[in-house]
Nanobody, 122 residues
Framework: QVQLMESGGGLAQAGGSLRLSCAAS????????MGWYRQGTGTERELVAI???????RYADSVKGRFTISRDNTENTVHLQMNSLKPEDADVYYC????????????????WGQGTQVTVSS
């Protein structure tokens, strides 16, 4: 199995910054995508940002220009630098990854972290 361990959530003021990190560990024979989703109470989980193994990125329109996703393929980590935070960014943020878990099989499996709370005070 694969575990995704998130860190870095917490409280920030509007206009401030937070940095989320996520480290993947376990039975890993290659990681394809790594990214971040967020979900509020009673809402669907939505993509925030995602980065492919080769480095291409995709962002939600609401965070473009404010958030930056990056990854370290040697450490199996992904980071989300969140600047110019707004109250509407407050949510539980989930780390996401697609992982090859067997050396002899190319199937990618999806894994999620436990979630980390981001709170933004206005």
């Amino acid at each position: 199995q694969v575990q995704l361990m998130e860190s870095g959530g917490g409280l920030a003021q509007a206009g401030g910054s937070l940095r989320l990190s996520c480290a993947a560990s376990g039975s890993i024979f290659g990681i394809n995508a790594m990214g971040w989703y967020r979900q509020g109470t009673g809402t669907e989980r939505e993509l925030v940002a995602i980065i492919a193994s080769a480095g291409s990125t995709r962002y939600a329109d609401s965070v473009k220009g404010r958030f930056t996703i990056s990854r370290d393929n040697t450490e199996n980590t992904v980071h989300l630098q969140m600047n110019s935070l707004k109250p509407e960014d407050a949510d539980v943020y989930y780390c996401y990854s697609t992982v090859k878990t067997r050396p002899d099989y190319d199937l990618l499996r999806e894994f999620w972290g436990q979630g980390t709370q981001v709170t933004v005070s206005s």
